[in-house]
């Protein structure tokens, strides 16, 4: 039976096609080195949004009904839209890495732990369920960011109040900013109080010194690196989608254990300490690395962003197959695929 004379059209062609282009896949790098906010979480923070340090600690694990257990939380953000575009469609962009870094502003104090504690070891020291520290200090952990009170991460500020006027901001969860994490379902769950909830929250990342072994006293000066655990679907969802908005959003606490008005943990730079403006120390950074897919038309087969003999190759090399070259989805390359083509053709 002869051929179709598209078929020997195809034929004759496929022998002087140039050969295809890659993908127009670009990988950007964004840095940060100053954040945008960064504003201690603490009910009895005066100075909001211009405080120098910022120190995270827990509460008074025999007090359960007296403040978070996680008490003081560092929040920190980042406008990312500079170096990030937004309004990239979904599936466009791809998280590569994720992470946040921040300077310790205080010497000596805190022994460095980069494992996470079980919530037991901060239960009450009188119930059943309590456990000894089996490891010198506590972890610092970062987690994403939640809202409540009205606020959301678009409307939150610097100088935000705490908690809305009247309420008691000795009471446990009532702040309006607080550490965030995600339960077994994917749900979004504020974890500052963990240890009263009985359960181990998932951290986004454990701080880790890459300068000091577990035990050690932390020296000021002391980078402290928090790499995101990108492979976790919701977690990379959350950056995923806070670099879509344009601003990214996360808290740093720790449930170093404390006394009433007293206690030694983790104090770090903030971007209005007078070291961080003449460089002598550094505030809070960012650093994503993210792969973006350019939006392809149907016939726009290797995404070069034109319809051209690339393309033609690439349908006619699939011919009378399914896959790259299947552009009305009917799961094999024929004559309909090669009309939409060549009618989309920009050469």
Known sequence: MPLRPTTCIAIALAATLPAVSPTLAQTTNGTWTMPTLDRWMYPFNTSPGSRPVISVFGSDANDPNTFDSRDGQFLVGWSTADQIPTGTPAGSVTLQAASVEVEFANDLLVQYDPTQDPWQIFAPTASPDWQADSDPGQSIELHGAGFRNGFTAATFQEFSPFAPGGTNLMAPSVRSAY????????????????????????????????????????????????????????????????????????????LSFVVQQGGNFPAFYAKENALVTIGAATAAQLRVTVTITPACAPADLDCNQRVDGADLGLLLSNWGGAGSGDIDGNGHIDGADLGTLLSSWTG
């Open 179 to 254: 550490a965030m994490s995600f339960n077994a379902a994917g749900q979004a769950i504020d974890i500052s109080n963990n240890p009263r909830e009985r359960f181990n929250p998932k951290a986004f990342a454990i701080g880790q010194c890459a300068t000091l072994q577990p035990g050690d006293f932390i020296p000021v000066g002391t980078r402290m690196n928090f790499d995101l655990d990108v492979d976790d679907p919701n977690i990379r969802q959350y950056v995923l989608d806070g670099l879509a908005a344009g601003k990214l959003l996360f808290t740093i606490s720790s």
